[in-house]
């Protein structure tokens, strides 16, 4: 290996390890930073060095995996209020500006924190807002927002007796994926939503939403088609109303698991 090859590739490492540890990603999956290659101190001197260190063998430092942190910023420290709130509209009040996730809370128009029936049954949870929801201030109100309705009206619910939230209350710029510590900081605003309002079922829509509640990192496929619990109540995984959009082949399972969820809720308000 050539001596400009392994400085390239050494820049490169360091690189990849500095972002991960801004990042704070779980731990398990930084897991491959420790499965770069062995370099022998052999393959990068040159011809004048002496026989004994081209011998010797090229032992990486130990790499310290960082662990999963939450990160709370000084003024959240200060401001544990909404852990005590006593009604939604409250609770939604005091996190409305709130800025732990720092590229977030930059670039987003307002927190959107849910929208619906304050002690509903049913709680659908989604994964993040987009351009519109983050514009109108509500969940679920683009292109897939509207296919959500239709498919609860299928199944004779509105969306006024159902409560309608995200695992992350700011919209990711260019709608793109949650990162693992944006969920970890938004995430308890989920359960204590969860926890104040008490619904009957709770339908996650999308692997994000599935994953967060399940603390799991099955792929969706596995997860849908069936209940889990999510603290004692009964949830409902499905495909995301935005990827049946991009795979309309996904409609036919959507419409399984939403009979299905139907199916549930009739017995469960019954009985
Ligand atoms: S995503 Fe959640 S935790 Fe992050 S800034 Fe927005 S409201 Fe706060």
New binding site residues.
């Given amino acids: 290996m050539s001596k400009k090859k392994l400085i390239d590739d050494t820049i490169n490492y360091l690189k990849y390890y500095r972002d991960y540890n801004k990042y704070q990603i779980y731990a398990d999956e930084i897991r491959d930073v420790t499965e770069y290659p062995v370099f022998t101190v052999k393959d990068v001197t040159s011809s004048t060095d002496t026989e004994e260190i081209q011998k010797k063998e090229y032992n990486p430092p130990e790499v310290i995996i960082p662990q999963k942190v939450k990160v709370i910023s000084e003024t959240e420290k200060m401001n544990d209020e909404w852990k005590s709130s006593s009604t939604l509209v409250q609770f939604e009040d005091l996190?409305k500006n709130?800025?732990?996730?720092i590229a977030?809370?930059g670039t987003?128009n307002q927190?959107v924190f849910g929208l619906g029936k304050l002690a509903a049954d049913v709680v659908i949870v989604g994964e993040a807002s987009g351009a519109d929801e983050d514009i109108q201030g509500k969940p679920f109100v683009g292109k897939a927002g509207i296919l959500l309705t239709d498919i609860l009206k299928a199944i004779n619910f509105t969306r006024e007796e159902v409560y309608i939230c995200n695992i992350?209350?700011?919209r990711p710029p260019d709608n793109r994926n949650p990162l693992p510590d944006?969920i970890v900081?938004?995430e308890p605003?989920l359960f204590r939503q969860l926890e104040m309002i008490k619904p009957k079922l709770i339908l996650a829509v999308g692997a994000f939403a599935a994953q967060t509640l399940l603390r799991t990192k099955e792929p969706l496929g596995k997860l849908r088609g069936k209940f889990h619990l999510y603290n004692g109540v009964k949830m409902m995984v499905t495909y995301h109303p935005a990827a049946l959009l991009r795979n309309p082949n996904w409609k036919r399972p959507t419409w399984e698991d939403v009979q299905l969820f139907r199916k549930e809720y009739d017995f469960l308000v019954k009985s």
């Fill in positions: 996190i709130c800025s732990k996730c977030l809370a987003r927190v992350l209350k700011c944006e900081n938004c605003y």
